[in-house]
């Protein structure tokens, strides 16, 4: 719940202990992969990249952050004198920057006001699209009235889908979303799981997920 | 056990327990024969299964420890979890496949499910993903009691079409109950023998597939048995009609692009798909003891009723082992190798494992694929096959056995302990079985000897 993304795997003392007055939880990450790999089942929360002691990486890691299907908001740099002046450049990248050398209350200040201009609200556990409901809390989905008997896979797949209805992904795009994790089956496993999921949806609702011939898979319809 | 992945999934099995009021969870693992084994738990114990496992004394299972080495424990995967269509009573029941390791936490060499995880392996270090699809093919019958022979419940035939049908009502039925845990289902019919059906179900990864052909033997049986009624996946059970089989329907996958599909090749046969299908057949006697691992199995491979008896590939020939369904050009995803000896009899983890190897060591070795066989082999005599090189599959048990025995092929691939523990125990049957004097000898030979 409420995890921060932080790059690099040090982050300063202060900011640590910004974040834990605030009640955020943390996430050091060291690399791009580990975007995907730990984010946390809700999602990251927002990200806090310090671009002083590797600009590039901590510019590519933004750019990944901005190139998602959905949204990290805020994005908040950490930046030195040199990419201070440069900043314009890569307005596109981050919502909020904090200087390095700021002070506890400052660093406070920012955190709480970008999450509270940019950030999400606290959201509510249920996910609904027209007869599906599921509850993130206590991981039960209905259909119609009816429970869903979903192994744990399934459910993951189909919470992604429903939280971005109207939305094409790419079989690629949600084993790394949804999987992120080495797995027997490949690319193929995404087709053999929304076989499953719209078999137990039973014939009247497995219109739900809909297959995008050779572009991937869509949730519900598109509305524009 | 503890990254963030595997916390999720704990939970996810967790909170389902708590939320849908489930009083059992049956732990499932299967023996080397692959019959099903189970403990239930409660969910007051079921947070430390997933952690730790459970711990159990293995010499009661066959073929697992001996005495003094014999407790084991079972590992749940909790990516397997499924409340399932039957209920105890009246709270829902839940049922996870597991692991088995040796206490020290080394995976448990005896476990039929670690043999195709490490086989898997192995193809997915050279990026390949194994897919199978196989037909299930069974009798339902009148009645279980071994003295007396087994009753039909009808005299249908395929595709039959009738009214009323209580072995086809049972099959639909068994269709939806697999729905409805997610397990698709491609086509269901009634097959060439009176009461005999089938289920094809569609293709998944390997391990997945042979989890599921565990839970769908035990579904048929378990609608079957709801209905006052048995089905059986005894390879041949009545004499005189066909018997049933497991063809199953294999493909290898790179990413998301099938290798054994190739545009510019004949018939779109990749040469991946060819090296595959020669290491087969290459290998086909030495594992034929665990794709037809009963003295029965081998009652079903006799000319005569489709089912193979020779070693021998072609594009549309139900005479041969390996059949290579042609398929559409728009169809690419679809090309695949059907492998007809297996019956729905057999340990699908140890007999996915050795169809894989032996058709990973056709690509490693680059064996040339023998000549298609475009004739019904059944029409040829012992001399004619012979000129054309096409050798048998082994006869009877003991002729597979042995072919096994000298298999360094089938000993990599089931390890030490799976390997020996098999041998044994079939040569026992073996043994048993060639003692017993048997109808058709005393009908035959009492009244004129």
């Known amino acids: ?224 | 056990m503890n990254t963030p992945a595997a916390k999720n999934q704990n939970n996810y099995v967790l909170r389902t327990v708590e939320e849908r009021g489930v009083r059992f969870i049956q732990l499932w693992f299967t023996d080397i024969l692959g019959t099903p084994k189970s403990f239930s738990i409660t969910p007051a114990e079921l947070e430390d299964a997933l952690e730790e496992g459970m711990t159990f004394d293995g010499s009661s299972i066959d073929g697992f420890s001996r005495v003094q080495e014999s407790d084991v424990s079972a590992l749940p995967d909790p990516k397997t979890f499924q409340i399932l269509p039957f209920q105890k009573g009246n709270s829902e029941l839940a049922r996870i496949f597991c692991d088995i390791y040796n206490l020290d936490g080394t995976p448990f060499e005896g476990c039929p499910r670690h043999v195709l995880k490490r086989t898997l392996t192995k193809a997915h270090d050279l990026n390949y993903n194994f897919f199978a699809s196989p037909e299930l093919e069974y009798f339902y019958f009148a009645n279980q009691d071994p003295t007396k022979p087994p009753k039909p419940l009808d005299n249908g035939s395929y595709f039959e079409l009738t009214v009323a049908d209580l072995s086809s009502d049972l099959r639909k039925r068994t269709v939806l109950a697999l729905e409805e845990i997610g397990i698709p289902v491609e086509y269901a019919q009634h097959e060439d023998a009176p009461s005999q059906h089938e289920i094809d179900l569609r293709y998944t990864d390997a391990l997945t597939m042979a989890d599921t052909i565990m839970t769908v033997r035990l579904v048929i049986k378990e609608v079957a048995h709801e209905n006052g009624v048995f089905a059986s996946f005894m390879p041949k059970p009545l004499e005189g009609v066909q018997g049933s089989g497991m063809h199953t329907h294999f493909s290898l996958f790179q990413d998301d692009k099938n290798i054994f599909h190739d545009q510019n090749a004949d018939k779109y046969l990749s040469e991946t798909a060819r090296y595959f299908i020669a290491g087969l057949l290459y290998h086909a006697h030495e594992i034929t003891a665990i794709t037809n691992q009963w003295v029965n199995s081998y009652k079903r491979l006799v000319s005569g009723y489709e089912a193979p008896i020779h070693i021998s590939w072609a594009h549309n020939n139900r005479s041969a082992l390996v059949r290579v369904p042609v398929i559409k050009e728009t169809h690419p995803e679809s090309t695949r190798i059907e492998y007809r000896a297996p019956d729905p009899a057999c340990n699908p983890y140890l007999c996915f494992a050795v169809i894989l190897a032996a058709g990973l060591d056709g690509i490693k070795n680059n064996i040339e694929l023998p000549q298609e066989t475009t004739y019904n082999l059944f029409e040829l005599n012992g001399k004619e096959l012979l000129k054309a090189g096409i050798r048998p599959l082994p006869l009877t048990l003991e002729a597979a056995l042995a072919e096994m025995e000298k298999s360094e092929l089938v000993a990599a691939t089931l390890g030490d302990h799976v390997f020996e523990w098999f041998l044994r125990n079939k040569y026992d049957e073996w043994n048993q079985y060639s003692r017993h004097v048997t109808n058709y000898e005393l009908t035959r030979y009492l009244p004129t000897l």
């Open chain 1, 1 to 224: 719940m409420n995890t921060f993304l932080c790059f690099p795997e040090t982050i300063s003392a202060d900011l640590e202990k910004v974040l834990s007055e605030l009640g955020y939880e943390f996430q050091k990450i060291s690399d791009l992969q580990a975007i995907n790999v730990l984010e946390p089942r809700d999602g990251w929360f927002g990200a806090i990249i310090d671009t002083c002691v590797n600009e590039q990486k901590a510019i590519d890691i933004c750019r990944e952050l901005r190139n998602r299907d959905t949204k990290i908001a805020p994005v908040i740099l950490i930046v030195q004198g040199g990419l201070i002046a440069r900043l314009d450049t890569l307005n596109d990248l981050f919502d909020e920057f904090i200087a390095q050398d700021a002070q506890f209350q400052e660093i406070k200040f920012r955190i709480r006001s970008s999450v509270k201009k940019f950030g999400r609200d606290i959201q509510s556990p249920i996910i609904s699209y027209g007869p599906l409901a599921l509850n993130t809390e206590t991981y039960q989905a209905i259909v119609g009235g009816r429970h869903l008997d979903l192994t744990f896979m399934e459910y993951e797949l189909l919470r992604f889908l429903a939280s971005n209805p109207g939305k094409v992904f790419t079989r690629d795009t949600l084993l790394t979303r949804v999987w992120g994790y080495e797995y027997f089956g490949g690319a193929r496993t995404v087709d053999v799981h929304i076989r499953r999921l719209r078999a137990k949806l039973g014939e009247e609702h497995a219109g739900l997920i809909e297959t995008v011939r050779s572009v991937g898979y869509r949730f519900g319809r598109i509305h524009w």
